[in-house]
């Protein structure tokens, strides 16, 4: 291979770290950290006196929705904090979800699936030592800040392997998504146009992420802009036909990750967790 595209690969591979019966009644089982959960596969999920409309299974496809929705609400317990397990879970959608765009952005999704790897690592570690006896360390996400600050794990100033740092790296990756989707689930502008998913994604890049990256991965991020598909494709992910049926399933969403995002932010803030190196 050339210097010129064994560079533009290191640059490709660099830009990874961003992102990090249908009526039925459905049964999940987590882990130890997860009790087994009930839910529905076309369930409603949004704030009260809002639109309630049906997330539907898609056929035929990994991303699914409903089982995103299903985590993201498992994951808000009920003393502020963020269930750990189900927060890992609806990553693994959001995985499915990013694959489905393509080649290009499938092989990005490679450094999240890391992420969410490290943080169950650090876990099973960390739970499994004999001097923890209250339970698992990483059950939430501010038990797991607590842990970590107690044991020295976390680092102000360099680079570490913490799960503090890998959750930012993963909660900012979080705001770039939501941001996308508030785009995708809008209305035309004064001309009848819409933004385009890849323009979508750039603004949000930009407010996300971009702040945290060097020029050339920010540099990089345009290729990936550039390969995303037509917003009917994105539709169709959800299951729906049309910008109509669209957005009020997007609101869903985008809310449940509001208030995952809102509560992890919280947390983060409290423990100036959220410029780790």
């Known amino acids: 291979k050339s210097s010129v595209s064994v560079t533009h690969c290191k640059v490709v591979t660099g830009f990874v770290f961003l992102f990090s ?13 997860q009790p087994c959960l009930s839910f529905y596969r076309q369930t409603a999920w949004l704030d009260p006196g809002g639109p309630q409309p049906l997330i539907k299974e898609c056929p035929g496809q990994s991303f699914q929705a409903w089982r995103l929705m299903l ?21 693994d959608q959001l995985l499915n979800f990013m694959e489905a765009l393509g080649t290009m952005v499938g092989f ?14 650090l876990s099973l570690k960390h739970s499994a030592e ?25 680092n102000f100033s360099r680079h570490t392997d913490s799960g503090c740092r890998t959750l930012l790296r993963l909660h900012r990756s979080l705001l770039w998504l939501k941001l996308m989707l508030e785009g995708l689930a809008e209305g035309p502008d004064a001309d009848g146009q819409y933004k385009t998913p890849g323009e979508l994604s750039r603004d949000a890049y930009k407010v996300a992420l971009a702040p945290h990256h060097p020029w050339v991965l920010r540099q990089a991020a345009e290729l990936v802009f550039l390969a ?4 009917q494709y994105f539709l169709q ?3 729906v036909q049309n910008q109509q049926e669209a957005t009020p399933v997007l609101r869903v969403i985008i809310h449940a990750l509001m208030l995952v995002h809102t509560r992890t932010q919280r947390i983060l803030a409290e423990h100036g967790m959220l410029e780790l190196p």
Not at 24 to 32: A, I, P
Not at 108 to 121: D, H, M, N, W
């Open 237 to 239: 992910l959800v299951c």
């Open 228 to 231: 995303l598909p037509e917003r």
């Open 108 to 121: 990005f999704s490679q450094k999240v699936k890391e992420k969410v790897v490290l943080i169950r690592e």
């Open 71 to 91: 985590y993201l609400k498992s994951s808000l317990s009920d003393d502020d904090d963020i269930l750990m397990e189900p927060y890992l879970q609806s990553w």
């Open 130 to 154: 004999a001097h923890w006896k209250r339970g698992p360390v990483y059950r939430s996400v501010r038990s797991m800040v607590e842990a970590e600050l107690k044991m020295g794990l976390v």
């Open 21 to 33: 019966s249908a009526q039925g009644g459905v049964r999940d089982c987590g882990t130890v950290w």
